[in-house]
């Protein structure tokens, strides 16, 4: 099954969701922030309701303030009720820095492209709930 | 010295960002400095917007300034929303959530935290009816980063 929906959230930030062998696949591109997460979330939170494995690509992302994290929080939780699990591809070095002092990282699997997210979310997924 | 008058709402985020670049550039701030300014002055300034402009129902601007002298870049926000100090935030009880796993957590406060914890100072004035967030990053050290590279870990 393949599932894809397109947005477009103020400031040229854009969504496109996937689909595929019961992994949703979400790839944002622009900054999220007061003005854009609040579109993004809802979309994403609808996108995972029926999901126990994500990957947010998030590589065009060169912004992300407490908006967003409030939103991975959510993502995170909607995940963690059924223990599925959800990796992040391609964040920046700077979106990562602001995550490790607010003890986000641990949360996350953390991977540098798409297809390596994917496969450690199928990986994961048949071996072990989130833990934390 | 820049000076910006902006409507208080969400589209005014993108050109306050844009002079807080620019400014950050001029000044010679790293990469990182640059980024955490940014963060600092778009979390004050998206909660003047929503909790201090639209949430009291309350139309008004944001003026920012912006000046770099030979320490540091001082970008400064006033507003004529209610008074609302960031620093009166009890950022102990943020702090402690850091520790708990992310499904035991309370979702405010981070933004806060942000503002204070990415430049070298943070300063808040109450003056002639106006809030005054003042945000100072020093050009000769990098004392900015010093909030997250302590904590910055593993992965």
Redesign the interface.
């Known amino acids: 099954m393949c599932l894809i929906s397109l947005f477009e959230a ?2 040229s930030t854009s969504l496109t969701i996937a689909l595929r062998n019961e992994v949703l696949t979400a790839t944002i591109a622009g900054n999220i ?3 854009t997460a609040p579109a993004l979330q809802a979309q994403l939170l609808d996108a995972l309701s029926p999901v126990t494995a994500a990957v947010f690509e998030v590589s065009q992302v060169p ?1 992300m ?3 967003g ?2 939103m991975l ?1 959510l993502a ?2 909607s995940l ?1 009720i059924r223990n599925g699990r959800l990796a992040l591809a391609g964040l920046s070095e ?1 979106i ?3 995550m ?8 996350f699997l ?1 991977c540098n492209s798409l297809d390596e997210a994917l496969e450690q979310v199928r990986n994961d997924s048949t071996q072990h709930a989130a833990t ?1 | 010295m820049p000076t910006l008058t902006l409507p208080g709402d ?2 005014s ?2 050109p306050l960002t844009d002079l807080v670049l620019e400014q950050a550039e001029l000044a010679g701030l790293d ?2 400095a640059t ?2 300014l ?2 600092a002055v ?2 004050i300034a ?1 909660n003047i ?2 909790h201090g402009y639209q949430e009291q129902a309350l139309q008004g601007e944001i003026v920012v300034t912006a000046e770099v002298n030979d320490q540091a870049l001082v970008v400064t926000l006033e507003d004529t929303a209610p008074p609302y100090n960031p620093l009166k935030r009890d950022i102990n009880r943020v702090k402690e ?7 035991e ?1 309370s ?1 405010g406060g ?2 806060v ?2 503002a204070i ?2 430049v070298s100072e943070f300063h808040y004035e109450w003056r002639n009816g106006r809030n005054r967030n003042i945000f100072v990053v020093h050009r000769t050290s990098p004392t900015a ?1 010093e ?2 590279t302590a ?5």
Request: avoid cysteine.
């Open positions: 103020p400031m922030d007061g003005q912004y303030s407490s908006a994290f409030r929080l995170y939780r963690a700077e990562r820095d602001t490790a002092m607010t003890g986000f990282l641990d949360f953390l934390r | 969400l589209n985020l993108e990469t990182r980024y955490q940014r963060l778009d979390e998206t917007i929503l959530d850091f520790e708990k796993p992310l499904h957590r979702i981070l933004g935290y942000f914890h990415a980063t909030g997250s904590h910055s870990a593993h992965a």
